[in-house]
């Protein structure tokens, strides 16, 4: 069993920076892959960046501004936003799965509850 939470969110202006945590338990965290996923109102939830043991994902829409990390000591995996639009106002997930990265919300199978960032123009 896997419990994450997320932190880090807020308010911004376009082209800052912000740095969400999802801080995980679990002492077998360091062989879950995890996701990054958002959902902005009305709209369909969709993926951001994952990272696996070895290998990190990227959504077209953030490479080259996000980049994700972790930190296995701390049972934890970042998400450095940059250069942010006000297309990326959205809550953010972050969400666990044994091993391998996936693009897909539905192959993930814990989550947390999410951290509003709002991006204004």
């Known amino acids: 069993q896997v419990q994450l939470g997320e932190s880090g969110g807020g308010l911004v202006q376009a082209g800052g920076s912000l740095r969400l945590s999802c801080a995980a338990s679990?002492?077998?965290?360091?062989?879950?892959?995890v996701g990054w996923f958002r959902q902005a109102p009305g709209k369909e939830r969709e993926f951001v960046a994952a990272?696996?043991?070895?290998?990190?994902y990227y959504a077209d829409s953030v490479k080259g501004r996000f980049t994700i990390s972790r930190d296995n000591a701390k049972n934890t995996v970042y998400l450095q936003m940059n250069s942010l639009k006000p297309d990326d106002t959205a809550v953010y997930y972050c969400?666990?799965?044994?091993?391998?990265?996936?693009?897909?919300?539905?192959?993930?199978?814990?989550w947390g509850q999410g951290t509003q960032v709002t991006v204004s123009s």
């Open positions: 969400a666990a799965r044994w091993y391998s990265g996936s693009y897909y919300d539905t192959q993930y199978h814990y």
């Open positions: 679990g002492r077998t965290f360091s062989s879950y892959a």
């Open positions: 990272i696996s043991v070895s290998t990190t």
